[in-house]
């Protein structure tokens, strides 16, 4: 019976484990140093926000695990030695295996800021970061200020948390405009205001230079660098993005980038050994993805290709159109195949936003088919399913205007806006 190991019980792992079970008798085994049992990343806000409860977010009850005979142990591997196909454990422990899957995700970046590593500078990426953040900010009294650096989602993720507890947050963002490198002109600036208008101090162009500690090693101020000012905080977010979780690697044989380079089957350089979610790297872009994607859906996808590969039905990695979603504060973003922040050669953006300011869309067309390519929604929910066929058929953006109100899933009660949308395309396309 092969034995496969699996280190990381995040989305990727835990779907390559249950399906390999649903096609086979194989030995699995789930290895974490993070929980005891999955849970539900994408949850961890809400837990804090008073929401949920940790046991809330937990997908399968405890004996799912034992009734599936997928096996779980608690550690830390330091190294994998693929030519005697053996883990060796922090605390001494080695574990064999007769094919690997690394699904060890990401870690919250730090660029070398001084005083990075104090006591009260933290990411927001794992269920340990919560835990931190319920010890350094568990109210406005413990915490008078919070600082955050980096725009993007898991900043804009945490402002939101510490908002709930009434913490003040100043939010450092290097961009002119929140997300602007993601989001076109007309969203970034709607972005932009939504959160100033929920009270976040949030300072354009700036970026952190130094982050300085008290009597007791804890983070107690940061220093601006385009000011030079001094501002007092407790808390020091660092949401500058994320990257692979690699570094116990480096002497392993696997090849490595930025993350652990995968083909299309998710294979690595070595045989027997694969890689699959936030860590995997393809060695070839797929369309205009990029190499890696720290996106759930694309880590469940690849659970379920791989484990067809590992049972015997080897199966390329395909994963469609691109989709992704969101919530900025009261906003919510959904966004289906290539709106890129700026046009590029051939393309052209339709962009309508509501007079409340807390609803837009943008879509992107071919010029010289009139093909719709992608489209941006604010604060109108649409169906994916839905603009996944549209983008499958290559409808024109002509045929998305005048049948959208067939993708919309707002309640039935919801005021709709696609009126008003197909009013301003067809005088926009007047003008044009």
Known sequence: MEHIVII??????????RHIRKLSNHKITIISSETDHFFSRTALMYIYMGHM??????????????KNR????????????????KLLFANGDVMEYDK???????????FGWPGQDLDGVQGLYNFQDLQALEKNAPNNESCKRAVIVGGGLIGIELAEMLHTRKIPVTFLVRENSFWNGVLPDGESQMI?????????????????????????????????TETGEELACDLVGLTAGVSPNVDFLKDSGIELGRGIKVNR?????????????????????????????AVWYTGRMMGETLAQTICGNKTEYKPGHWFNSAKFFDIEYQTYGWVFSKPRENETHFH?????????????TEVSSGKFLGINTFGIRMRHEVFDR????????????KHLLEANFDPEFYKKMEPQILLAYNQQTVNA
Request: proline letters at 1%; a neutral charge; glycine letters at 6%.
């Open 8 to 17: 990381g019980n995040g989305i990727s792992g835990v779907t390559t484990a």
């Open 53 to 66: 409860k940790y046991e809330h977010t937990k997908p399968y009850e405890d004996y799912f695990w034992k």
């Open 70 to 85: 997928i096996s779980l142990k608690r550690g830390f591997v330091k190294t994998v030695q693929h030519s005697e196909k």
């Open 100 to 110: 690997l899957v690394l699904a060890v995700g990401s870690k919250s970046n730090k």
């Open 192 to 224: 932009t205001r939504h959160i100033k208008n929920h009270h976040i101090d949030l300072r354009l162009a700036s970026n952190l230079k130094e982050i300085l500690a008290d009597d007791n090693g804890k983070a107690r101020a940061v220093i601006i």
């Open 265 to 293: 089957f998710l294979e690595t350089n070595i045989e027997d050994i694969y890689a699959i979610g936030d860590c995997a790297e393809q060695r070839e872009a797929i369309g205009n993805r990029r190499p890696i994607e």
């Open 352 to 364: 309508w936003k509501h007079q409340d300011d807390t609803k837009c869309i943008t879509i992107c």
């Open 390 to 401: 549209w983008l499958t058929e290559e409808r024109t953006t002509d045929f998305i205007i």
